[in-house]
């Protein structure tokens, strides 16, 4: 099964790409900090089995100031890099 990343799982854009992959046949995680977010968005995704979620701050330290605060969902594939385990985000 594929799996996908989702950050800002609990925004606008978030929760429906979250819907959207879990309808594609996708295992999904979710990580949302929840500055603007909310849970609502995303409590009908708990009774699926192939969605998990992750209270998450996703940010670089020394990114470009235009990345510093992601207002929309960025998806990226994971599981095949060593590291990107859910809840085991690295810092640099
Ligand atoms: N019904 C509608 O048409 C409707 C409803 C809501 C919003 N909108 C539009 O959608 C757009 C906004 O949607 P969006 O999905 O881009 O924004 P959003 O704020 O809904 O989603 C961004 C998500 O990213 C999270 N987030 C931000 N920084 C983070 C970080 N560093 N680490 C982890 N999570 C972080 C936030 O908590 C939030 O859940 C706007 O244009 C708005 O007008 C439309």
Avoid: C, W
Avoid at 3 to 24: C, M, N, P, Q, Y
């Amino acid at each position: 099964m594929k799996k996908v990343l989702i950050t800002g799982a609990a925004g606008f854009l978030g929760s429906h790409l979250s819907d959207r992959f879990l309808a594609e046949g996708f295992h999904v995680v979710g990580m949302d900090n929840l500055i603007t977010g909310n849970m609502d968005n995303i409590s009908h995704l708990f009774k699926e089995e192939h969605f998990e979620f992750y209270q998450q701050l996703i940010a670089l330290r020394k990114a470009h100031p235009a990345f510093r605060m992601p207002s929309t969902a960025m998806i990226q594939k994971y599981g095949k890099t060593k590291g990107t385990e859910p809840g085991r985000i690295r810092k640099r």
